[in-house]
């Protein structure tokens, strides 16, 4: 099993450019078996996606809060087979399990605001062969490994006949906050670990 992971901050959330055209998309040429996932700018720069929650949205009608800062973010799951008998599948998973901790203890003390509370829609879905198994619209449940999306790799005749292939699966997530309970005032700050591995 190979598998790759990558820390995404919350109020920092981490993700980057997405490729034009098919969202899984698969290319044939030699290459070396692999797993690739990129979430965020590049270069380890974790992209910060913030909520505000003031004034009208506090009380006494509370609404939806749009994410702001880096905006829509992209995550790509890069997956090579290099050989007849190896992966089969490859699957992106998500920890939220820590949730989102208060940062300034003198007006929110130990609370922490759980994950499940942040939605995401998702952009460039797939509507071809692997049409609803990369991410698809949703949101976090606050587990330890939350499938996102998961995909085929060639099969044995396909790799066969055509050599190594490269499996891509490209989304653009777009993110929201529930802001369904009223939490104490101060800022709150969590990260989301993804992984993608094929076995």
């Known amino acids: 099993m190979r598998t790759g992971a990558v820390?995404?901050?919350?109020?920092?959330l981490v993700v980057g450019p997405s490729p034009?055209?098919?969202?899984?998309?698969?290319?044939?040429?030699?290459?070396?078996?692999?797993?690739t996932l990129r979430v965020g700018s590049a270069g380890g720069t974790i992209d910060e996606v913030r909520f505000d929650v003031s004034n009208g949205n506090v009380a006494p009608s509370p609404g939806v809060i749009a994410?702001?800062?880096?905006?829509?973010?992209?995550?790509?799951v890069s997956a090579d087979k290099g050989s007849l008998l190896g992966p089969t599948v490859?699957?992106?998973?998500?920890?939220?399990?820590?949730?989102?901790?208060?940062?300034?203890?003198?007006?929110?003390g130990s609370t922490v605001i759980p994950f499940s509370a942040i939605s995401w829609v998702s952009a460039n879905l797939d509507t071809g062969t692997n049409a609803g198994n990369d991410i698809q619209s949703g949101s976090f449940d606050?587990?330890?490994?939350?499938?996102?999306?998961?995909?085929?790799l060639p099969n044995l005749l396909q790799t066969l006949f055509l050599g190594s292939s490269?499996?891509?699966?490209?989304?653009?997530l777009s993110f929201s906050y529930a802001n369904g309970t009223l939490y104490p005032a101060g800022s709150y700050r969590g990260r989301v670990t993804f992984t993608a591995t094929m076995n």
């Not at 998500?94 to 007006?107: E, N, Q, R, V």
Request: aromatic share 6%; hydrophobic share 45%.
């Open 7 to 12: 820390l995404l901050g919350w109020l920092a």
């Open 90 to 108: 490859a699957t992106l998973t998500a920890s939220s399990s820590a949730g989102l901790p208060c940062i300034t203890p003198a007006s929110c």
């Open 20 to 35: 034009v055209g098919a969202v899984v998309l698969t290319t044939y040429f030699s290459v070396s078996e692999g797993i």
């Open 166 to 172: 490269r499996t891509q699966m490209t989304n653009t």
């Open 67 to 76: 994410g702001a800062g880096a905006g829509a973010i992209a995550i790509t």
């Open 142 to 152: 606050g587990s330890a490994s939350q499938q996102l999306a998961q995909f085929a």
